[in-house]
């Protein structure tokens, strides 16, 4: 597996990339083209494979302005993507031969992928102020345990951040990766006593470039410390899973992942340079 800018890309041998294609005829699935460099993508319909020539026979609803062009293409099967480049030859007016003989590569999306969010997405989870009450040993009281101190005030300046909107009891944290199992996002030494391992919260809203969406629930799984520069102040990375996710939230997160990780067609670019 090749890594390049945090995107892995994994070259399939010739025998899953013929799999690979052969099952995306079957389903007369979803082809992304586009010229290198170029901002226009066009989307194309699979019909059928040849495995002796490795060529992909495609439809689209108007006459493509990339035939007889080599092209760049991606296409996702069971959550996975994929990219390839090839000759893209016109056969009929809508009809187009896609040229599969060289590398195709796969990349992991979804559950097992996580988007990097910071800084080129704005994101943010958007935490209650009042964990669960689930057993005295992992759950915080923050409203009362930080009211009395004073501190509640401080933690409430410090977790403020102007690009984020404001959700009435809910406190906002610049998500620095995110997948649709879970998300991760940095804090203060201050902040990170809030968020044990195992620490469960309800009712959380993520904030997806304005765009907002209501988990149900979620777990802190780890709370770890950043390698800093700074020796005076700590940052700690904490890591939370969703919980209670239904079908239509999963493919809810998925939409935004991926519609995000249409990037992904920009860094492979750069990876095949």
Not at 87 to 109: A, H, T
Not at 142 to 154: A, D, I, N, Q, W
């Amino acid at each position: 597996m090749t890594e390049k800018n945090g995107v892995y890309f994994q070259e399939l041998t010739q025998e899953e990339k013929a799999s690979k294609l052969s099952l995306l005829s079957r389903n007369h699935g979803e082809v992304i083209i586009w010229e290198k460099g170029s901002k226009i993508r066009e989307k194309i319909s699979a019909q059928e494979f040849n495995k002796s020539s490795s060529r992909l026979l495609c439809k689209s609803l108007s006459q493509s302005k990339y035939a007889g062009k080599k092209v760049l293409f991606s296409f996702e099967l069971k959550g996975l993507s994929f990219f390839g480049s090839g000759e893209f030859r016109p056969v009929n007016q809508y009809s187009n031969s896609l040229e599969c003989s060289e590398k195709v590569f796969k990349s992991e999306r979804r559950s097992t992928f996580r988007l990097l969010t910071f800084p080129h997405h704005k994101v943010f989870l958007h935490m209650p102020l009042e964990q669960e009450e689930v057993s005295e040993s992992n759950v915080i009281g923050m409203k009362v345990g930080m009211s009395e101190t004073g501190l509640f005030k401080k933690f409430l300046t410090l977790v403020e951040e102007k690009e984020a909107g404001t959700i009435e009891g809910l406190a906002p944290f610049r998500v620095l990766d995110l997948s649709v199992t879970g998300a991760a996002y940095q804090v203060g030494e201050l902040e990170a006593e809030f968020f044990k391992k195992e620490a469960k919260f309800k009712d959380l809203v993520l904030d997806f470039n304005g765009e907002q969406i209501k988990i149900p629930a979620g777990e802190v799984v780890y709370n770890v410390e950043m390698l800093s520069g700074q020796k005076r102040h700590k940052t700690f990375k904490v890591g939370v899973r969703f919980k209670d996710i239904d079908t239509n939230l999963d493919q809810s997160l998925g939409r935004l992942i991926n519609g995000a990780l249409r990037d992904f067609e920009t860094e492979f670019e750069e990876f095949i340079k």
